[in-house]
């Protein structure tokens, strides 16, 4: 005669459901999207006037051929001290007369609303007129370039971190003011500019 | 129950106030199904990716907010090179395109947005760490074109360049 067995708990069951519910949950939200992010300049626009021309000195032009050579104003350069570089080009501690000018907010003649803002905000400090110029080619790898576009991106994210711990006393990213937030955002802009392609190495 | 038959009825009006436990054998079923209802819809919005897509590694990558506001490309080598060949391709939705497509594209994912949402979209570009630019060029020049200014280049976070 079959010994009649004793109906299973069926309790729990719901439980290991919930945990696999939760662990479905989490991990289809763990495969998010990263990146650098960046604007397109808009297209161009015949019709509007060319802005007004950059002065040579406050251009960081970067440059990378198809072997993935890097040429930093003109120079060759590599990829390690291209952060370095790029930082002191912005901040220009020594005043040199070839890296970027960085008037006083209140040394500048005309200020847009959203400078009128941080220079509420953070008082009286020196912004970069400095643009990074950014030119690649059609051969570049797009490791390479990416590489590139990272050390630039760092570089700024770095002067931003040193400002706000200046300013806040925190870093960039734990900054949780939207106004504080944008008025750093101002004051150190992410201002890289890509030129038109050109193919002079080839694809290959 | 034992409680009115013992006081000889006469609180048979508290009859069945103790109502038995309620079954929780069917608990286990509903959160089942709401499992493989989150299982399911979780994988519909992914396309079968046709090409080699492996992310270059940076350092300074950020995530990228609101995920019903990104819209992918895929750039790199097709994955089945004996039918599509070895040159690097571009992947629209579920589909190799030419570079002409992009701005149907772009115009055919603003439409599927909302009105207010859609100068947010962002467009990640994923290209395999392998592509020469050119393609990609082509991409952001088109991109360009069609007002579809907003861009991530996709990539993987690493504390180190290698």
């Known amino acids: 005669m079959a010994r009649r067995s004793p109906e299973i708990?069926?309790?729990t069951m719901a439980d290991i459901a919930f945990l696999l519910l939760i662990f479905f949950l989490?991990?289809?939200?763990?495969d998010v999207d990263k990146g650098?992010?960046?604007?397109?300049?808009?297209?161009?626009?015949?019709?509007?006037?060319?802005?007004?021309?950059?002065k040579d000195r406050n251009v960081?032009?970067?440059?990378?051929?198809?072997?993935?050579?890097?040429?930093v104003k003109g120079k060759l350069a590599d990829l390690e001290t291209l952060r370095n570089q790029t930082k002191e080009f912005l901040l220009n501690p020594a005043n040199d007369t070839i890296l970027s000018e960085r008037p006083l907010f209140s040394e500048r003649i005309t200020l847009t609303e959203k400078e009128r803002k941080a220079y509420e905000i953070l008082g009286d400090i020196r912004?970069?007129?400095?643009?990074?110029?950014?030119?690649?080619?059609?051969?570049?790898?797009?490791?390479?370039?990416?590489?590139?576009?990272?050390?630039?991106?760092?570089?700024?994210?770095?002067?931003?971190?040193?400002?706000s711990k200046q300013v806040f006393g925190v870093?960039?990213?734990?900054?949780?003011?939207?106004?504080?937030?944008e008025a750093i955002r101002t004051a150190?802009?992410?201002?890289?500019?890509?030129?038109?392609?050109?193919?002079?190495g080839g694809d290959k | 129950m034992w409680e009115g038959i013992n006081k000889m009825g006469k609180f048979s009006k508290k009859k069945g106030n103790a109502l038995p436990s309620i079954s929780t054998a069917s608990l286990p079923d509903i959160i089942f199904m709401l499992l493989f209802f989150f299982m399911v819809t979780t994988q519909i919005k992914k396309s079968t990716v046709y090409v080699k897509f492996s992310a270059p590694g940076v350092t300074e990558a950020q995530k990228l907010e609101k995920k019903a506001l990104v819209s992918s490309i895929y750039i790199g080598r097709p994955i089945e090179t004996a039918i599509y060949g070895s040159e690097p391709r571009i992947q629209l939705n579920d589909a190799f395109a030419s570079i002409n497509d992009i701005a149907e594209f772009v115009a055919a994912e603003r439409e599927a947005r909302n009105e207010a949402d859609r100068s947010l979209i962002t467009t990640s570009l994923k290209v395999d760490k392998d592509t020469k630019m050119g393609i990609v060029s082509d991409v952001k020049q088109k991109l360009r074109a069609a007002n579809a200014l907003r861009i991530n280049y996709s990539a993987r976070k690493t504390d180190k360049l290698d």
């Open chain 1, 60 to 71: 960081f032009t970067v440059l990378i051929n198809s072997q993935d050579k890097l040429m």
């Open chain 1, 171 to 181: 870093r960039f990213t734990q900054l949780q003011n939207q106004d504080y937030i």
């Open chain 1, 127 to 163: 912004v970069s007129r400095g643009v990074i110029s950014l030119q690649n080619d059609r051969g570049t790898s797009y490791n390479m370039y990416l590489k590139v576009q990272n050390e630039l991106t760092a570089a700024v994210n770095e002067i931003r971190d040193e400002l």
């Open chain 1, 9 to 11: 708990n069926a309790g």
């Open chain 1, 26 to 30: 989490v991990t289809a939200s763990m």
């Open chain 1, 188 to 200: 150190v802009p992410m201002s890289i500019s890509e030129a038109e392609p050109k193919d002079v």
């Open chain 1, 36 to 54: 650098l992010t960046r604007m397109l300049p808009p297209p161009i626009d015949s019709t509007l006037a060319s802005p007004p021309p950059i």
